[in-house]
């Protein structure tokens, strides 16, 4: 995950995008049982997070 991380944030930079959020989600694949809570809890953040634009 932290390399996919780095790769978007450093392709982001490359084309002048330098004010950004990031909203990861993770364990869904990890814990199946429970991926519609993390997966839920994500889009949560990211509904946070896009307020603040």
Known sequence: MKMAVNYMTNMFTFFGVKDFTKV???GHAQT??????????????????????
């Not at 429970?34 to 839920?40: L, Q, T, V, Y």
């Not at 994500?42 to 634009?53: D, K, L, M, P, V």
């Open 24 to 26: 990861i989600v993770e």
């Open 32 to 53: 199946p049982d429970k991926a519609e809570e993390i997966i839920g809890e994500g889009i949560r953040r990211t509904t946070a997070a896009e307020n603040h634009f």
